[in-house]
Structures are given as structure tokens and as C-alpha cells.
């Protein structure tokens, strides 16, 4: 309880807090004296320097600098309190008048995961230094990993280390964790190129494979937390020859293979007339303590296979597991291969894709692909390889990899039927099986008016901005840098309306006659191709809408279309002022 | 112009996905499907817990582990470490008992190094990149409250009661871990 440091009675808290600001005050007062107390006797006690907490595994020592003072009857003494816990400062056990510079304290009984904070000061006789407090700390995080018990097993190519974790049987400090461990591992060989590896285990038993026989190796293991970044320190050296080359080596390159949707278990092997012998191990084991080595059971199925491959029971693929092979001839047999583990979870066949086509325009489908029902693959990086075909004879396939599952085929014929399937993989599985196939048909091409539509609004849009901004050119223009007497009219160019009537009087009105032009032409034009001709006469309904107001000012004519006169009974007025504008 | 949009905003968050080490949407999947079956099979574990009743202990949980939402993605998975851990290293203890369907422990077992193996590959990404909490004291209170756990197992010579109480403690423990689980947002 970091917050609360009231200890006991309130009495004896308010006590030593007087006493320890008295002994500052002194300190202050007196300025030769190092952390000064209430001399006693005459004689001036420092507490002890450089003090220092040293914890590995269960060990817990506090160490400090040797007095500089002539040897006599100084000693040394330490309290402890835990904070919510020991509100009190008490004896910290073992350190209790220690005439050497270190005690060991390790007999305390303590939550290694709450604070604890110290005080240490020397005395001789009735003469007592004053107390010298260390930091709070909290002893799980200043313990430093000490060495892990290591035993070894040598083969012919391959070394197993059978690690113990650090600390006593009954180690509290390290009791609710998992070690990991680092070993390094090295050939002791005077004359040979100097060679080494460094190998990082989540386990406690680590097999290294490919060395030499009748070779000495040295190696050297220290254990890591993963949550916490304790230091650790090394074990000591520990060498093993291994031993002459076996007869038969060890199986190989042990893979894990779906063959007509059942698992099978094959390696591989350069001797002939042997039989294989095949175990394995359920992964959560290899966290376990104690000997793994019962553990392993024989898979059923290959026992004694002839050849170099078996098909276990499919229950066995359920979870994760390792699994090791050995071959033997009459009563010899070679050394278990590397262990391998499989994740058949990793390695089931993609379920069937479902693939779907939608016409999106005359040129282009979408492409759909996903899953029927959900799976875990949705989550995983899944490629995508789509065939794409015209639905005729001979036509040309093409094929789009992607990671999306849905995109876009473009530059389609219009009104013909594309197909398509697919396939779906992933780095380490097999592939799945094709797709249905499916097929749609693109939109009929050149909908009337649709492609040409959006054509002449961006061009119309186009010419609108450019009408605008010059209006408002013009305006700026009267409004600032007026010519002498402003046109009789300028008034008209601001009506309640204002920005509708710079859009429709001024550059507009230019553009309307080019289109009045048009207009005439396009009336006694011939038949041209379709395309074209709906072009023209979209133009002309165009001339006709935007410009019809002015036409009636000018010329007197009615508009051809109904939409014409409409707006031109709108626009009349509209349309002689700003024919008057552009005067 | 909408599809070229939303084409180059897909590419750019697919190499942005790339970029990142952690799949949380994958780490996530595969904690919850794992972490569901630890449920079930500590319920199938827990028998008659009516009859325990005056073994109940508050084993007081910290607090932290009941409101998930304050922990960034990171302290999350170290959290659900430190509990998952912990909750191994107690079943483990197990497996003498008499009387318990060994199977189902054995089960449970596997789901938890399932998590486990997860979520240790996780950790050393995030550690590589810099990014690992390495100051938790969540993590420091969750083995003060699990060292509650053994001890008072230990003070009830490991009775089928205690152990009742335990599961039923653990079974609260899988809940909070959904909560944990949830936490962990790209």
C-alpha cells in the first residue's frame, strides 16, 4: 500500500517523525557531519555506504561498503516494512548486528510482488548512526535470474538438453512462472574452424540436430521471462562427446500431406530394407515439467511401416502435436528424427468458393468471390485465381490473381455472356477445389443517351464555370474600375435572383447563339448514324432549354420544343436585358 | 470516379494492413474460438457447486482485469498472458485429483496453450517493434491474487470443495478474458 504509510499507533508514527526531523535539523546545523545524528558518547557513527539489495532466485542480500572507521565493536543492523502489511519498522531478520559487510535476509517471509523498503545503520555499543532508508522496491523485479540446472544426452548427430528451471524445488520467487531459455551451444575442438549456435527454446527440453559424431560439445543455457526483463545469469559449462555414427541415421524432412481428404505422414530415408516407427506428442505437453519421454505414444497405423510414409487416424489431427520417426533393421535402430510439428488446423483444404458475376455496365461485370459459410480463412491473407472467359467456342481464357474478393473486369463487349470460376490459396495449404462456375451477361451497349449524357453534362458543366466566372469578371469589373457613367442598366444585373441571372444573361448569352446557330442547323440536318444523331439532337433540346429566352427577344421565333417555350415564357425578360448587356 | 476512390483507398489500407506484424482480426478469432471452449469445458467440469458453498472464498481479482476498456492493445495481450499462464500452471496441478474427468482437463489444457502459443508470438512481434509494456503492474497484481489461489488450495489440501470454488473463480477469470480479448482493436 503504497499510498498509506501510517504504521501502528498514531502515537508512535508522530514520534519518529519528530525524531527524524530532529535529526535532520541537527544535520543541517552541524555542517561537518555527514547525515548527522544526536551524537552519543562523543563518538560520530556513519551509516553504512554504498548500500545495495542483491536478489537471485530466493537469495536476498544486502551488501554495503566496509567502514573506513578502525576496526572495533561496529556493527550493523537493518529494519524492514512493508507497506499495508508491516506498518512498523521490524528487525529484518539475519541482519540483525552483522560485524561483515553483507547479510543475508532470504529467511523473510514476503509477497515477493509488493514493496518492501529497508533501512539499514551501523552502531557500536549504545552509539548508533543514523538510519540510512533505501528506495522502496518490489523484490520480483529485482531479482536476477540465476542459473538453471542442465543435463545433457548425447546421440550421434544430435544433442538433447534437459533443462531444470532456476531456483530451489521450492522456489517462491519463480514459482508461477515459464521460463523460456537461451542456449548456446559450441564445438570444443583444438584445430577446427571455432564454431557456434545460439538456440532459443519456449521449453524446457531442447533437441539441436545436425553435428558431428564422437565430437565434443560445450553449452552454456540461462533462462528469460517473456513478460519481464529480469536479468539472468548463465549456468556453468557442461560438455558431452557425442557418439560414433549409428548405423542407421535418423529419418528426415518429416511433412505432413493431404492426399484424397486424408492425412498422411511421410519422410524421408536413404537405407532400404528398414521399418519405420512413428510417435507423437500432443503440444501442450512440451510445457509440462518433469520427464516428457513417457509421453510420446506410438501412432497408430505406423508401427512398423514398410515404407517410408503411413496414414495415422484422423482423430489425431485435431490439435496441435509433434510428431518423430525412427527406423530400425532387426534390433538396431537409428536415432528419433527432428521433431516436427503440424498444425493440421493450419493445413485443412480450403472449403469451396462461391463465385458470382453482376453486370455492372456494357463494358464491365463485377467479379464476387467468398465462402458459403463462415470460416477462420476469412481472416487470413487469402489470393484469389479467377478464369474469366467469353461464353463462346475457343474463346480466350484469361486469368486475374487478386487478394480482393470482389473487382472489376473492364473493356467487355456489350451484351455478351462472360463466365467465370475460381480458386482460392494460401502460403502453406493445398489449394481449394474450383468454384461453381457462373456467368452474366454485360448491358446492352450505347444506352440511349448514357455515355453521351454524361459527355455533354461534364461539357455543358464545363462551359457554365467558364460563363460564371467571366460574369463575374465583367462585374468586378463595373463594380471597381467603373468606365465613367455606369450602363442605366447595371441595376438589372443584380435582381433578387442575382447568381441565376449571371449564369444565364451575359456569357451565356453568347454561348445560347452559338447554339441558336446550331439549332438551325441541326433542324434541316440529314440522317446521320444513331450515336450521332442522338448526340445532335441532345444538343439541340440543350440550345433549345438554355437559350430559348433569348431567341424570342431577338428573333421573334418560338422555340421548337414545348420545353422551349416554356422556358422562353420564363426567360423573356431575362433574355432582352441581356442581350442589352452584351451591347 | 467513385470506384477509382474507394479502389486506391483499399489498396492503401491493404499495405497498411501489410505493414502491420500483429493480425489482430486473426489473433482475435482464434483467442475467442479457443477461449469459448475453455467456457464449455469448465462448465462440464464444475459439478455440484451448491455443496461447496461454505468454501467460498473472494479471492479478490484486481480490478483492472474487470474493466478491459482502459488497456491499450498491447497491455492487453500481456494481461491475457500473465492469466492464461497462471491459469495452466494451477490445472496442471490437477491432474492427481481423483474423481475429475481427466479428458476434459486435458482439453482445457490444450485450449490454453492454444492461447498461449498465440499470443507468445504476438508478444515477441510487439517486442521487436518497440512497443512491449514492459512496466505492468497489472501484471504484477494478477500473480499476488493467482498466488492467493494455490495458497488457499494448499490450505484446503487440495479438497474436491476448494477445487470447486476454484473452477468457479477460473470460470469468472474466461469472462474477463473476453473482455481482454475485445481489446485488442487494430
Given at each position: 500500500m503504497e499510498e498509506g504509510c501510517l504504521a501502528g499507533s498514531e502515537g508512535s508514527w508522530v514520534l519518529e517523525d519528530w525524531w527524524l526531523e530532529q535529526r535532520d535539523e541537527i544535520a543541517v546545523a552541524s555542517k561537518g557531519r555527514e547525515g548527522g545524528g544526536p551524537p552519543a558518547g562523543g563518538t560520530k557513527l556513519k551509516p553504512p555506504q554504498n548500500v545495495e539489495v542483491d536478489i537471485i532466485d530466493d537469495t536476498f542480500t544486502l551488501r554495503w561498503a566496509r567502514s573506513k572507521e578502525p576496526a572495533g565493536n561496529v556493527?550493523?543492523?537493518?529494519?524492514?516494512?512493508?507497506?499495508?502489511?508491516?506498518?512498523?519498522?521490524?528487525?529484518?531478520?539475519?541482519?540483525?548486528?552483522?560485524?561483515?559487510?553483507?547479510?543475508?535476509?532470504?529467511?523473510?517471509?514476503?509477497?515477493?510482488?509488493?514493496?518492501i523498503k529497508l533501512r539499514i545503520r551501523a552502531e557500536e555499543g549504545n552509539n548508533t548512526s543514523p538510519w540510512h532508508e533505501l528506495d522502496t522496491f518490489i523484490p520480483f523485479q529485482q531479482a536476477r535470474i540465476g542459473p538453471p540446472k542442465v543435463h545433457l544426452e548425447a546421440e550421434d548427430k544430435a544433442i538433447a538438453i534437459n533443462?531444470?528451471?532456476?531456483?530451489?524445488?521450492?522456489?517462491?520467487?519463480?514459482?508461477?512462472?515459464?521460463?523460456?531459455?537461451?542456449?548456446?551451444?559450441?564445438?570444443?575442438?583444438?584445430?577446427?574452424?571455432?564454431?557456434?549456435?545460439?538456440?532459443?527454446?519456449?521449453?524446457?527440453?531442447?533437441?539441436?540436430h545436425k553435428l558431428m559424431p564422437e565430437t565434443t560439445y560445450c553449452v552454456r543455457v540461462k533462462a528469460r521471462l517473456l513478460l519481464h526483463p529480469n536479468p539472468a545469469e548463465f549456468s556453468p559449462v557442461h560438455c558431452v562427446n557425442t557418439t560414433v555414427e549409428n548405423e542407421l541415421p535418423a529419418p528426415e524432412n518429416i511433412q505432413v500431406i493431404l492426399e484424397n481428404d486424408t492425412y498422411v505422414l511421410k519422410w524421408d530415408y536413404t537405407h532400404d530394407n528398414v521399418t519405420f516407427e512413428a510417435q507423437w506428442l500432443k503440444s501442450y505437453l512440451k510445457r509440462m515439467p518433469g520427464s516428457e519421454s513417457e509421453k510420446w505414444v506410438q501412432v497408430q497405423g505406423c508401427e512398423r511401416a514398410p515404407v517410408a510414409r503411413c496414414a495415422p487416424p484422423p482423430d489425431m489431427f485435431r490439435k496441435r502435436f509433434y510428431v518423430r520417426v525412427r527406423a530400425s533393421r532387426g534390433n538396431s535402430s537409428s536415432p528419433w528424427s527432428r521433431e516436427e510439428e503440424f498444425d493440421t488446423r493450419r493445413r485443412v483444404v480450403i472449403p469451396p468458393l462461391v463465385v458470382a458475376l453482376k453486370p455492372l455496365s456494357s463494358h464491365s461485370l463485377q467479379v464476387s468471390v467468398g465462402f458459403q459459410d463462415q470460416t477462420e480463412l476469412q481472416h487470413y491473407p487469402l489470393t484469389?485465381?479467377?478464369?474469366?472467359?467469353?461464353?463462346?467456342?475457343?474463346?480466350?481464357?484469361?486469368?486475374?490473381?487478386?487478394?480482393?474478393?470482389?473487382?472489376?473486369?473492364?473493356?467487355?463487349?456489350?451484351?455478351?455472356?462472360?463466365?467465370?470460376d475460381a480458386q482460392a490459396l494460401l502460403e502453406d495449404r493445398p489449394r481449394s477445389q474450383r468454384s461453381n462456375v457462373a456467368c452474366a451477361t454485360t448491358e446492352a451497349g450505347g444506352a440511349p443517351g448514357a455515355p453521351l449524357a454524361a459527355g455533354v453534362s461534364a461539357a455543358l458543366t464545363v462551359l457554365l464555370v467558364l460563363c460564371a466566372a467571366l460574369a463575374l469578371g465583367k462585374l468586378v469589373h463595373y463594380v471597381f474600375f467603373p468606365a465613367g457613367k455606369p450602363p442605366a442598366t447595371i441595376d438589372e444585373y443584380f435582381p433578387e435572383e442575382p447568381m441565376k441571372n449571371l449564369l444565364l444573361s451575359t456569357s451565356v448569352e453568347r454561348t445560347e447563339e452559338c447554339f441558336i446557330i446550331e439549332n438551325v442547323d441541326a433542324v434541316s440536318a440529314k440522317e446521320v448514324n444513331r450515336l450521332d444523331e442522338d448526340h445532335k439532337t441532345y444538343t439541340?433540346?440543350?440550345s433549345q432549354d438554355s437559350g430559348n429566352y433569348s431567341i424570342e427577344d431577338e428573333s421573334g421565333e418560338s422555340g421548337g420544343s414545348q420545353a422551349g417555350e416554356e422556358l422562353g415564357q420564363r426567360g423573356a425578360g431575362a433574355g432582352a436585358r441581356s442581350a442589352v448587356g452584351f451591347a | 470516379m467513385t470506384n477509382r476512390c474507394t479502389l486506391q483507398l483499399t489498396v492503401l489500407l491493404c499495405l497498411t494492413g501489410a505493414a502491420l506484424s500483429v493480425n489482430y482480426g486473426k489473433l482475435r478469432f482464434k483467442l475467442r474460438s479457443s477461449n469459448s471452449a475453455c467456457q464449455t469445458l469448465l462448465w462440464q467440469l464444475i459439478t455440484s457447486p451448491q455443496h461447496c458453498l461454505d468454501d467460498r472464498?473472494?479471492?479478490?481479482?484486481?480490478?483492472?482485469v474487470e474493466q478491459p476498456q482502459q488497456f491499450q492493445k498491447e497491455e492487453a495481450m500481456v494481461v491475457m498472458y500473465e492469466m492464461l499462464q497462471q491459469i495452466h500452471t494451477i490445472f496442471r496441478r490437477s491432474f492427481s485429483n481423483a474423481g475429475w474427468n481427466e479428458t476434459i482437463v486435458e482439453k482445457?489444457?490444450?485450449?490454453?496453450?492454444?492461447?498461449?502459443?498465440?499470443?507468445?508470438?504476438?508478444?515477441?512481434?510487439?517486442?521487436?517493434?518497440?512497443?512491449?509494456?514492459?512496466?505492468?503492474?497489472?501484471?504484477?497484481?494478477?500473480?499476488?491474487?493467482?498466488?492467493?489461489?494455490?495458497?488457499?488450495?494448499?490450505?484446503?489440501?487440495?479438497?474436491?470443495?476448494?477445487?470447486?470454488?476454484?473452477?468457479?473463480?477460473?470460470?469468472?477469470?474466461?469472462?474477463?478474458?473476453?473482455?481482454?480479448?475485445?481489446?485488442?482493436?487494430?
Open positions: 556493527t550493523v543492523s537493518a529494519d524492514y516494512l512493508i507497506p499495508g502489511i508491516v506498518d512498523n519498522w521490524t528487525k529484518l531478520p539475519g541482519c540483525q548486528h552483522v560485524t561483515s559487510a553483507t547479510c543475508d535476509f532470504s529467511s523473510l517471509k514476503m509477497n515477493v510482488y509488493e514493496e533443462i531444470s528451471p532456476p531456483g530451489a524445488e521450492d522456489s517462491v520467487m519463480w514459482q508461477q512462472e515459464n521460463p523460456q531459455y537461451s542456449v548456446i551451444i559450441w564445438r570444443n575442438m583444438s584445430g577446427a574452424q571455432p564454431w557456434n549456435e545460439t538456440h532459443h527454446s519456449r521449453f524446457p527440453r531442447i533437441k539441436i484469389y485465381e479467377v478464369t474469366f472467359w467469353e461464353n463462346a467456342s475457343n474463346a480466350e481464357r484469361k486469368t486475374f490473381v487478386e487478394q480482393r474478393a470482389d473487382f472489376t473486369v473492364l473493356s467487355l463487349k456489350p451484351r455478351t455472356v462472360y463466365c467465370a439541340s433540346q440543350a | 472464498m473472494d479471492f479478490q481479482i484486481p480490478r483492472q482445457l489444457l490444450e485450449e490454453l496453450d492454444d492461447q498461449m502459443d498465440c499470443l507468445e508470438t504476438a508478444l515477441e512481434e510487439i517486442k521487436q517493434e518497440g512497443k512491449f509494456p514492459w512496466e505492468n503492474r497489472t501484471a504484477l497484481r494478477l500473480k499476488t491474487y493467482y498466488l492467493g489461489i494455490l495458497q488457499y488450495l494448499k490450505a484446503k489440501f487440495y479438497g474436491r470443495c476448494a477445487w470447486t470454488v476454484v473452477q468457479v473463480e477460473i470460470f469468472r477469470n474466461v469472462s474477463f478474458l473476453n473482455g481482454l480479448i475485445g481489446a485488442l482493436q487494430d
